[in-house]
């Protein structure tokens, strides 16, 4: 089964500061990537998808993610952080099989605070 | 589009009483979803269901039960609330691998 890894339950930084949030899959089968975000007391939002190509793919909100399957990652990165990014973020993983029936597998998520 | 809409926002139920929580959504979706999250521990598949008149389990499918009888509903049922099952829940559907979420409903056993 597969399974996600966001190392970092909460990380802070300054506005304007750069942000990147570290995110491990493991699967033995080609993986499809997300990226959400949920402020409080809200759903979730979609980032940014991974599903083959290029391996560096934009979001929105100014922000990307690098997947690397040699190192299992999918790392979320931003060059300057806003005040309204604090969030939690929410690296998830799904299956390319079939019908691509099964649900995504979550990470913990990483909460983000923003230093003014 | 409204998208995926859930219903109730919020509940509170006692130990043992039984409730149903109602997803629609008007996109035409075949896949459909429910999770659940907690504190400090992501989003877990409860069940999920492939088509009108389809459910399967997930990860954490004991406590509930699913229903599917139109493509646009999926239905999530507490047959006896425990404290444990105090969460708050998503319902999503799929089109294309990509999955849209809906508001949420936070649910409270005491």
Redesign the interface.
């Given at each position: 089964a597969q399974s996600?890894t966001q190392p970092d339950?909460h990380i802070t930084v300054s506005e304007g500061a750069s942000l990147e949030l570290r995110c491990n899959y493991s699967y033995g089968a080609t993986p499809?990537l997300?990226w959400?975000v949920q402020s409080p007391g809200?759903?979730?939002q979609?980032l940014l998808?991974y599903?083959s190509g290029d391996t560096l793919v934009q979001g929105i909100k100014g922000f990307e993610a690098e997947f690397k399957r040699s190192q299992s990652s999918f790392n979320l990165r931003k060059p300057s952080v806003h005040w309204s990014d604090a969030a939690e973020y929410?690296c998830?993983v799904?299956v390319?099989t079939g019908?691509?029936?099964?649900?995504?597998?979550?990470?913990?998520?990483t909460h983000l605070i923003i230093q003014p | 589009n409204a998208g995926v809409t859930q219903t109730p926002k919020f509940r509170v139920l006692k130990t043992g009483q039984s409730m149903t929580l109602l997803c629609a959504q008007d996109m035409n979706h075949e896949?459909m979803?429910w999770?659940r999250q907690d504190p400090?521990?992501?989003?877990?598949?409860i069940h999920?269901s492939?088509g009108e008149g389809t459910t399967?389990k997930?990860e954490v499918p004991d406590g509930y039960n699913v229903s599917r009888l139109k493509k646009q509903n999926f239905l999530l049922g507490l047959e006896s609330a425990a404290p444990s099952q105090t969460s708050v829940y998503?319902c999503?559907s799929?089109q294309h691998?990509?999955?849209y979420?809906?508001?949420?409903t936070r649910l409270t056993v005491t």
């Open positions: 996600v339950i499809y997300f959400y809200q759903g979730l979609l998808k599903f929410f998830a799904g390319l019908g691509g029936a099964d649900g995504l597998t979550f990470g913990k998520g | 896949y979803y999770y400090g521990m992501g989003l877990r598949l999920y492939v399967a997930g998503f999503a799929k691998y990509e999955q979420f809906g508001p949420g």
